[in-house]
């Protein structure tokens, strides 16, 4: 197979080993002598790779005692309407910060369960920084962020220090490095950026979320349904619950989330320190809020996009076009990106 | 790899063929040199999969024209809510017929936004037969039923002639032989059964429910999200979307719907004769609602068990221990299932 350096924003590059292993289980499951798509998901063997992906997510992100993990179907899409359902309480308010469009989306369902104040936006000026110095109501139920900003590259690279309870969408730069758990009552986020391939949603909740006083939640959007099953209440997404085991295996052989922290720091400074030398670029995120999973560019001067475009192509560079609504470029460099596919690119920048 | 015969109740057996075919996808797509897993989904290879998905359904269900079709996340279970969501209407009621587990759990989740009258229920009888002569109240959105009971091994034989507004979850009967699709405002069907892989879910939906009055409807519960953005609202279940497409090519390639319900009724002969006939069993289901799909049988000697259980998995055979609701065996015989593996049980019965 040649070497494709995969950019994409998501779904996006998994590790190789992780992949084959993937490629053997749909043949042959666990020495099953039958696929890993046509047994029960109640089957032993199965239930056992439910297990450990739930411990393997514990261990990695140290999540601590009273906080559950479980996977859900539905994409962080479905993530938005069902954290507002499942935190909204007796004030029936809740407090968002709005850094994108996926915050904007999160801000849209928020609406269908309770009142809504945006505390804090940075849509003016196209998303392309993190809002600071807001002020968090204490009379909302919860506070909602976005830690990560796939279309516009900005990360939070503070948790907000917040006196309501915490809810983050974290689909893209969950297990990219460490977070404290214990500063919030709930976390979700996508699998297809650095857990595994689309089709799961990684839920991780503070249990006493579900002693509180809470709207009657239709079943499926309660998130005590899937905790108290753990994740087996339907059948769930087994093909990408199962990748999504490995690669957290994977995670874990290489050192976990503070080894991944690390090379994925050495991509970041590499290719901000091209974009921030080479008068023929310039980033599009404000610089203290640059993400390390999305890196967003443009070119100074756009007679040589013809020629930039060709030369990435060439170097076998694929994913990097900007999202229509920043334009540019948009390189994502998620946990299984190794360093030397950034150079790569780094090499065509510098010789442009 | 030793052959076995797989009986499982879902996620179920997939035809050889498209097993390998995935497999392959997940190593290289389309050539690309990526797997399938690390693609955007809106790369032009993997839009033009959801089409061709999109485009079987129809050519294989002959779907009509004011119909749409979709792929959403979340399984039946999800859809028992979206259903009830996007079908009620000024009435606020709901009809309901009660023919086992999925039908009860449809029930509960309509009770989140309307009125619901169970017209017909077989549950007093442990759903041993599909309920007759009800009378459809004309004042109900809609009339919601289970086209077949994987649990109790029952089935429509016909649709239930509706003056109202049809909705059908046909997870498991779906694809196993013709319907009328004309008869129907709303079908959706889990993949895990005839379709492909868990994780994808399909709703086949008449246009005209968008054009009534209906309730405002969470964005990723309304229907309409997922078909005006052809499946790709959000982030779909890319593999499980793809090995379905696989799976329908090949059901095209032998014959289609048509030739596949012949398949289907030639193994449901053979197995239900063979229960008729040999007096050591006893078909739970009653005779005139016979699930072609999964055959529910007892011992009429409980003595004989461990000898049965021995010989049969001595054959090779997985999957037919009972549900614990029903109790005894249930050999689910779903489209990848060939006649030959119904021989070697109905030789093991012999063999009793």
Same mark, same amino acid.
């Given at each position: 197979?040649?070497?494709?350096?995969?950019?994409?924003?998501?779904?996006?590059?998994?590790?190789?080993?992780?992949?084959?292993?993937?490629?053997?289980?749909?043949?042959?499951f666990? !020495?099953?002598?039958?696929? @890993?798509?046509?047994?029960?998901?109640?089957?032993?063997?199965?239930?056992?790779?439910?297990?450990?992906?739930?411990?393997? /997510?514990?261990?990695?992100?140290?999540?601590?005692?009273?906080?559950?993990?479980?996977?859900?179907?539905?994409?962080?899409?479905? !993530?938005?309407?069902?954290?507002?359902?499942?935190m909204?309480?007796?004030?029936?308010?809740?407090?968002?910060?709005?850094?994108?469009?996926?915050?904007?989306?999160?801000?849209?369902e928020?609406?269908? /369960?309770?009142?809504?104040?945006?505390?804090?936006?940075?849509?003016?000026?196209?998303?392309?920084?993190?809002?600071?110095?807001y002020?968090?109501?204490?009379?909302?139920?919860?506070?909602?962020?976005?830690s990560?900003?796939t279309?516009?590259?900005?990360?939070f690279?503070?948790?907000?220090n917040?006196?309501?309870?915490?809810?983050?969408?974290?689909? *893209?730069?969950?297990?990219?490095?460490?977070?404290?758990? *214990?500063?919030?009552?709930?976390?979700?986020? !996508?699998?297809?950026?650095?857990?595994?391939?689309?089709?799961?949603?990684?839920?991780?909740?503070?249990? %006493?979320?579900?002693? &509180?006083?809470?709207?009657?939640?239709?079943?499926?959007?309660?998130?005590?349904?899937?905790?108290?099953?753990?994740?087996?209440?339907?059948?769930?997404?087994?093909?990408?619950?199962?990748? *999504?085991?490995l690669?957290? &295996?994977?995670?874990?052989?290489?050192?976990?989330? %503070?080894?991944?922290?690390?090379?994925?720091?050495?991509?970041?400074?590499?290719?901000?320190?091209?974009?921030?030398r080479?008068? @023929?670029?310039?980033?599009?995120?404000?610089?203290?809020?640059?993400?390390?999973?999305n890196?967003?560019?443009?070119?100074?001067?756009?007679?040589?996009?013809?020629?930039?475009?060709?030369?990435?192509?060439?170097?076998?560079?694929?994913?990097?076009?900007?999202?229509?609504?920043?334009?540019?470029?948009?390189?994502?460099?998620?946990?299984?990106?190794?360093?030397?596919s950034?150079?790569?690119?780094?090499?065509?920048?510098?010789?442009?």
């Amino acid at each position: 197979m040649a070497k494709v350096h995969n950019y994409s924003a998501g779904p996006c590059i998994l590790p190789q080993e992780v992949i084959k292993e993937a490629a053997e289980a749909v043949l042959n499951f666990d !020495g099953l002598d039958l696929s @890993l798509l046509e047994i029960s998901h109640r089957s032993a063997n199965f239930v056992s790779v439910v297990d450990e992906a739930t411990t393997l /997510v514990k261990e990695l992100l140290e999540v601590p005692e009273g906080y559950s993990v479980c996977f859900i179907q539905g994409g962080a899409s479905l !993530g938005f309407l069902m954290s507002a359902y499942n935190m909204i309480g007796d004030n029936k308010k809740s407090a968002y910060i709005n850094t994108g469009t996926w915050s904007d989306k999160a801000i849209k369902e928020a609406h269908f /369960v309770g009142d809504v104040e945006v505390i804090a936006s940075s849509k003016e000026e196209n998303f392309n920084h993190i809002p600071k110095g807001y002020t968090i109501p204490t009379d909302a139920d919860y506070l909602h962020y976005t830690s990560n900003n796939t279309i516009f590259g900005t990360q939070f690279k503070e948790i907000p220090n917040s006196p309501i309870p915490l809810v983050c969408d974290m689909s *893209s730069d969950i297990f990219s490095k460490k977070i404290d758990i *214990s500063k919030f009552d709930l976390i979700y986020a !996508g699998a297809q950026k650095n857990m595994g391939p689309a089709g799961a949603t990684l839920y991780i909740v503070k249990d %006493e979320v579900f002693k &509180r006083n809470r709207i009657k939640i239709p079943t499926m959007l309660n998130i005590e349904t899937h905790v108290k099953k753990e994740s087996m209440f339907n059948t769930p997404p087994v093909f990408s619950i199962y990748v *999504s085991m490995l690669n957290l &295996r994977h995670l874990k052989s290489i050192g976990g989330v %503070e080894a991944q922290q690390k090379i994925n720091e050495e991509k970041a400074a590499l290719l901000y320190a091209e974009i921030d030398r080479n008068p @023929l670029f310039k980033g599009v995120a404000a610089t203290e809020d640059r993400s390390t999973m999305n890196v967003t560019f443009v070119l100074t001067d756009e007679s040589k996009q013809a020629k930039f475009d060709e030369m990435w192509k060439a170097a076998n560079i694929s994913g990097i076009k900007g999202h229509r609504s920043v334009g540019g470029y948009r390189a994502s460099m998620y946990n299984a990106l190794p360093v030397s596919s950034v150079q790569v690119l780094v090499d065509v920048m510098k010789a442009l």
